[in-house]
């Protein structure tokens, strides 16, 4: 599979889920196509926690369903409809979570490249989540990120030092198969916009490009 293929039919994985775990070669595979990301000033300010324990995915899954719930009611009634039938999570489903970290220590005082932006410490973790989705994709293997939760919980849940914050709980495992539409769209939580609304030259206020090159 091509990346560009990868990228074409990657999905954000949620009722796909076969209930198989995923064997721990592709897992592998999978966690050093994640380490290999490009990071700022060759940091590598991530780390990989693999849950596989029933009572800590179960217990995981009880909180993200509470926040859900949260969620919900804060809704307008119309947007509160739409958004009941989408299913956010995963996490027994998959068997596998995968909770990827972010150490903003990693690298010493000085990191090289991180002194004006410090976020890019951040943005080099969510590289290396970009990675694990596209392999797992060309794997055959689905992902979730879910984004539900409370940190200080997480965090508390497969005990994190203190410094070293969740960025994602992933969920990973073999599919039936990748949904042609994102679930967003099907659901009509939200469509997305044309790659010609997003491309501006030279200035973010000159008018968007309205045609793509020609073939």
């Known amino acids: 599979m091509s990346v560009y293929e990868a990228i074409r039919i990657r999905r954000d994985v949620r009722?796909?889920?076969?209930?198989?775990?995923?064997?721990?070669?592709t897992l592998w595979r999978i966690l050093d196509?994640?380490?290999?990301?490009?990071?700022?000033?060759?940091?590598?300010?991530?780390?990989?926690?693999?849950?596989?324990?029933?009572?800590?995915?179960?217990?995981?899954?009880?909180?993200?369903?509470?926040?859900?719930?949260?969620?919900?009611?804060?809704?307008?009634?119309?947007?509160?409809?739409?958004?009941?039938?989408?299913?956010?999570?995963?996490i027994t489903e998959s068997g596998t979570g995968v909770v990827v970290t972010y150490d903003d220590t990693?690298?010493?005082?000085?990191?090289?490249?991180?002194?004006?932006?410090?976020?890019?410490?951040?943005?080099?973790?969510?590289?290396?989540?970009?990675?694990?989705?596209?392999?797992?994709?060309?794997?055959g293997i689905g992902v979730g990120w879910v984004s539900f939760y409370d940190p200080p919980f997480l965090s508390t849940l497969i005990d994190l030092p203190d410094?070293?914050?969740p960025v994602a709980w992933l969920c990973v495992g073999p599919v039936r198969n990748l949904q042609p539409v994102p679930d967003l769209e099907r659901f009509g939580w939200r469509t997305g916009r044309p790659l010609t609304e997003a491309i501006h030259h030279e200035t973010f206020r000159a008018a968007p490009v309205m045609d793509g090159p020609s073939a």
């Open 33 to 90: 196509a994640a380490h290999r990301a490009p990071s700022v000033g060759n940091s590598q300010p991530w780390d990989f926690v693999v849950v596989r324990d029933r009572s800590r995915l179960d217990r995981f899954a009880a909180h993200v369903a509470e926040q859900r719930v949260a969620f919900r009611d804060a809704l307008p009634p119309d947007r509160a409809e739409i958004f009941d039938p989408i299913k956010i999570e995963g």
């Open 106 to 139: 990693r690298g010493g005082p000085q990191i090289l490249g991180r002194a004006t932006v410090a976020e890019t410490g951040v943005y080099s973790a969510v590289l290396a989540i970009q990675n694990l989705w596209l392999a797992a994709t060309a794997e």
């Open 163 to 165: 410094g070293i914050r």
């Open 15 to 25: 009722a796909e889920f076969t209930g198989d775990l995923v064997d721990e070669a």
